[in-house]
């Protein structure tokens, strides 16, 4: 089924809204939650909590991208769960590392919350765009997604200590970026 026919599934009040929604996009849902809280029960409730919030989101909401506005809400649903979780056992934890190696960038605007700052949110979108495919593909794995290092080599078939680069990297570019936006980072 295609996402504008979902929408109007939602904007009719019919709850098929919620089993198209996720027969298509609950596995990518499920991988982004499981990336944050490595438990799948955790996960399963988080993913539910996507379809109710986003039952509640539309109308009057209609997402340009059905997939990413499923993922936005999974991931902020599973992030406040982490936070809840975890509140005093974050060191090795993966979305904390994440998280604290994008405050290198983002130190000012609290780095993982930036999709909520809309000037930040832009900039960085307007960043993603200098890069390069593969250097963008890795920086969405490790920083929405919260792929591990490991899984993010794996799966382009090259070192970890290639991906390590590849990081650092971006997020130095992405640091002198928005330092040439104007923002105090």
Known sequence: MDDNTIIDLYFERSEKAV???????GGICHRIAENILHNRADSDECVNDTWMSAWGAMPPE?????GAF??????NISISRWRKNSAQ???GDEAA?????LNECLSDCNGDRFPENYEIRDALNRFLGTLNEKARIIFMQRYWYVCTIRQIADEHSIKEGAVKMSLMRTRNRL????YEEGFDI
Not at 19 to 25: A, C, G
Not at 70 to 75: G, H, L, M, P, V
Not at 97 to 101: A, H, P, V
């Open 19 to 25: 089993k198209e929604s996720e027969i298509k996009y």
């Open 62 to 66: 209609r997402p340009d991208c059905l």
């Open 70 to 75: 499923f993922a936005r809400i999974t991931r």
């Open 89 to 91: 056992k974050r060191k």
């Open 97 to 101: 590392i994440c998280l604290d190696e």
């Open 175 to 178: 640091k002198e970026f928005l």
